[in-house]
C-alpha cells in the first residue's frame, strides 16, 4: 500500500492510495461527503488488490486532498476522475476500471460517458441528484452550506443522458434496504444502460453494507474477472 499523489485540471494536489499491481487498474470512488477511507472503498480495494492495481482516492476539497469542499460539485469530480484515469495510464495501466459507491458512481458514469474504461460497477448510486436532498446531507454531515454554484451544477447534471452513452459493461448494485438512496434509483440507472448490464439487488443490505462487505467483494470481483 502506498500513498500517491496527483493534480486536477485546477492544479490542486489529490492525494489516494494505490495497492495491488497489474496492467489492469481499477480506481474507486467515495461517495459525498466521503474519502478514500470508507468502510466499502477499503474492503473492496484489499479484496480485489491481489489481480488489480487498485487507486482509491480523495476528491478535490475532500479527505486529503486540496480545494474546497463547497466546490466539489458533479462537474469538478468528473474532472478529477478523469485525472485520475490519466494517472493510472502514467504509471502503466493498459485497461481502467471504474467503482463507484453512492455519488462516486454518478461520477464514474459521467466521466464514462466521454471516456472509454473496460467495466464500471456502481453501488448504491443515485439516478438524478436532488438539490434539496445534498444541500439537507451537507448541513447533517459536514455542517456546511452549498452555494448557488453547487446547486446550479447540481440542476444541469443528468446521470441517466450520461449512462445512455456508455458502451462498456455495467454492474448495478444496491442494497434492498438502502435508506440513503432508494433502490428505485438503481432500476432507472439499469434502463437508461444500453450496453451490456446486469443488475444485483441485494436484500436486506443498507447503503453501506455495514459488516457485509465480504458479499459484495465477492459480487464485484465476479463481475471485473468476467
Known amino acids: 500500500m502506498e500513498k500517491v499523489a496527483f ?29 478514500k477511507s470508507s468502510p466499502v472503498l477499503h474492503t473492496l480495494a484489499h479484496g480485489l488488490k491481489d489481480a488489480f492495481l487498485c487507486l482509491r482516492f480523495d476528491f478535490s476539497g475532500n479527505g486529503e486532498s486540496e480545494g474546497k469542499f463547497e466546490d466539489s460539485n458533479y462537474s469538478k469530480e468528473t474532472s478529477d476522475l478523469l485525472c485520475a484515469i490519466q494517472f493510472m495510464k502514467k504509471i502503466g495501466c493498459k485497461k481502467v476500471a471504474f467503482i463507484g459507491h453512492s455519488m462516486g458512481g454518478s461520477i464514474c458514469l459521467l466521466a464514462a460517458s466521454k471516456v472509454s474504461v473496460y467495466t464500471i ?15 439537507y ?17 447540481v440542476r444541469q447534471t443528468n446521470v441517466l443522458d450520461a449512462a445512455a452513452k456508455i458502451q462498456c459493461p455495467v454492474l448495478v448494485v444496491h442494497g434492498s434496504k438502502d435508506d440513503i438512496v432508494d433502490v428505485l434509483h438503481a432500476n432507472e440507472i439499469f434502463e437508461s444502460l444500453e450496453s451490456r448490464k446486469k443488475k444485483l439487488i441485494l436484500d436486506g443490505e443498507c447503503h453501506d453494507f455495514q459488516g457485509k462487505q465480504s458479499k459484495l467483494v465477492k459480487f464485484v470481483r465476479e463481475f471485473l474477472e468476467k
Open 7 to 35: 493534480k486536477n485540471k485546477q492544479g490542486e494536489t489529490l492525494v489516494g492510495i494505490l495497492e495491488g499491481s497489474g496492467d489492469k487498474g481499477v480506481i474507486l470512488c467515495h461517495g459525498f461527503t466521503g474519502n
Open 121 to 135: 460497477v456502481t453501488i448504491g448510486t443515485h439516478s438524478g441528484p436532488s438539490p434539496e436532498r445534498l444541500s
Open 137 to 153: 446531507l451537507a448541513k447533517k454531515w459536514v455542517k456546511k452550506d452549498l452555494p448557488e454554484s453547487f446547486l446550479a451544477d
